[in-house]
């Protein structure tokens, strides 16, 4: 399904790349720094990962280009079960609400690792899926030298300089679609940042020195995610891991779905939720906003910088009684 062709169809379709690639200047970004701004971050409880979307989205006002080409950033880091991959009922009903907003192409995109990309999408039963919801899943394990373009010089602890697709680069729309937990092998946190590292290329040793680098990976976690820009973002935390990660780790079942426009807000609440369920001692001893991906993503003006900027929305009364916990817990840090 991820033919030459259609990537260069839906790179044609983009109405602009100024957006996403305006990310990489220097200038936009201590601009964005300076800008005082709020968001709002959606709190949902909820076992049902379909109305968890469902609900994301209603509260978000999700408004998607009607006839726009949208591409969805997927967790299919491995095939296992949620949280370890994004579980196929909540990309199910992602895919299914955006085709519901009159969207004219919706495209997958994802790279896994160390796994094959392919064979984990086939074990998840991803192509199947997609034909079925008649979207295009593309193999970013399988592109080109030339279908790759770099993030830019702001990424300073990336000595080589790192690339992600053009296809991510140039897409007028994208959709994060991450889970809630943490990382056993250095990132600490496993969230919306962190869910860029499947953008970086297999080849080269890139990700095995990202992952080498102890002192700097985290900020090269946050650093890659200058090259795009996420439309919205969605959070399966019906399961989540409150220590280990990413492919497997403590089990909690937390129940809730977290949404929001902004990397720093969605990914602060949800520290907020691993210290409100008790988590591993890095988590719960360090500040939300000290946390080296989040603070990094602050210094390059990816989003908010700090919890105050932060208005947690609802839809009913136990998903406020919730919000209200991890309120307080966004405000002890």
Not at 41 to 57: A, I, N, Q, Y
Not at 93 to 111: C, F, Y
Not at 128 to 154: I, M, Q, S, Y
Request: glycine share 10%; with cysteine.
């Amino acid at each position: 399904m991820a033919s030459k062709i259609t990537r260069r169809e839906f790179v044609r379709t983009s109405v602009s790349s100024v957006a996403a690639l305006g990310a990489l200047s220097p200038l936009a970004v201590v601009s964005a720094r300076v800008q005082s701004r709020r968001t709002r971050v959606v709190v949902v409880r909820t076992s049902d990962r379909r109305k968890g979307v469902t609900e994301v989205l209603k509260l978000l006002k999700v408004q998607v280009p009607r006839g726009g080409s949208i591409l969805i950033k997927p967790n299919f880091n491995t095939a296992d079960l949620a949280p370890g991959s994004t579980h196929n009922d909540t990309l199910r009903q992602l895919i299914t609400e955006l085709w519901e907003r009159d969207a004219r192409a919706v495209t997958i995109g994802e790279s896994s690792g160390p796994p094959v990309t392919r064979k984990v999408m086939e074990d998840k039963g991803i192509f199947d899926l997609a034909k079925e919801l008649k979207t295009t899943v593309v193999n970013f394990e399988e592109l080109a030298e030339t279908d790759w373009v770099p993030v830019g010089p702001a990424a300073s602890h990336w000595p080589n300089g790192v690339l992600i697709p053009r296809l991510v680069a140039e897409s007028p729309f994208t959709v994060s679609t991450c889970c809630l937990k943490t990382h056993g092998f250095g990132g600490v946190l496993s969230m919306s940042l962190k869910l860029a590292v499947g953008l970086t290329p297999k080849t080269g040793g890139v990700r095995r020195q990202m992952h080498g680098d102890k002192e700097h990976m985290r900020r090269r976690i946050a650093e890659i995610n200058l090259g795009y820009k996420p439309a919205f973002i969605v959070m399966d935390g019906v399961e989540v891991f409150t220590d280990g990660g990413p492919s497997s780790g403590n089990r909690v079942t937390a129940n809730v779905f977290v949404g929001g426009t902004d990397r720093i807000a969605v990914d602060g609440v949800g520290v907020a939720i691993l210290k409100e369920l008790g988590s591993n001692s890095t988590i719960m001893g360090t500040k939300i906003f000290e946390h080296d991906q989040i603070a990094r993503a602050v210094q390059l003006g990816l989003g908010i910088t700090g919890a105050d900027q932060i208005d947690l929305v609802t839809g009913d009364a136990e998903s406020r009684a919730f919000a209200d916990k991890i309120k307080a817990r966004l405000a002890a840090g």
